[in-house]
């Protein structure tokens, strides 16, 4: 173990940051020459970390897969962010996170200074976890996919569809988003020519193809859209739409991203959709947000909000 110095610890962080540098990139981040750079590389392969190098004019540097893998060089800060994290996946939605994570945090807690201890003890008694489990998905699944996004190699899966039909897959994964209770993966169907939101929980079996495919942006509305309505009305039997008499910032307040998709029209409206479990609790939640509205959409609902609308008349004591 040869000149392990402050130097080589931040190269090892900017290695561990990103998937890949060029030479002259490490270089100017460390004010280093070429020679003292090449010499830090090799004082960490001499540690067990397997550094690929690439040659030419537009060769780099990247951290590669080693026979042993030493700790990873985190702050204080960081420390603290991984810890909590990994305290808060005891009730995740992944599938047999919670040993993998329970150990990893024994592993960390070792290297962490009192001072670290106390911030994340800090943390963790300000948080209070309020969700519940729905539909777990696989740690299996989710790591094979994150590393097909980041190899960019098209992926076979498995795949359950909302009416029940199995069907395979391939697809070329770009991003995986998630809530509390649901994880989605937006993909390119290179077959349909378009971009897919597909549940993590109903995917089995992926397999990384060996077929790379190009990166593509997804356009951030795009990204919004296709997965605000994957989480808000695809799951449920009951949807609506509707025109809100307010801009799209105050029925947001009401109706979150999770919940509902809150399009702006102008004029002080907006237009709102949303799916719920019946049509009741639909014409609850829009009675509850206060503010006016007009059924566009949704005949279920509208026969919820006039049989509703009778029964509190009633109950009322207001003559209908």
Known sequence: MTRTTGRTLELLSLLQARREWSGAELRDRLEV???TLRRDIDDLRELGYGIEATRGRHGGYRLGAGAAVPPLTLSADESVAIAVGLRAAATSVVTGIEDAS??????????????????????????????????DVDLDVVTTVASAI?????????????????????????????????????AWDPEREGWRTLRVDRMRHPLILRDEFPE???????????????ITTAPYPYRARLRMQAPAAVVSRHFDVTVAEVVDEGGGTSILTAGSRSPEEFALYLGM???EFELLEGEDVRRALVDMAARFTRAAGVAE
Do not use: C, N
Not at 109 to 121: C, D, G, H, K, M
Not at 154 to 169: A, F, K, P
Not at 216 to 230: G, H, K, V, Y
């Open 33 to 35: 020459s070429g020679r």
């Open 102 to 135: 329970a150990r990893a945090l024994a592993k960390l807690e070792q290297s962490l200074s009192p001072a670290t201890r106390r911030q994340i003890i800090d943390v963790e008694r300000a948080m209070v976890s309020l969700s519940s489990r729905r539909d």
């Open 150 to 186: 980041a190899e960019r190699r098209r992926m076979q899966i498995d795949y359950t569809r909302h009416d029940g039909v199995e069907v395979r897959r391939a697809v070329e994964p770009h991003r995986i988003v998630h809530t509390a209770e649901r994880w989605y993966l937006v």
């Open 216 to 230: 593509r942006d997804i356009p951030d509305d795009a990204l919004r859209q296709f997965t605000t309505r994957s």
């Open 289 to 291: 947000s206060g503010i």
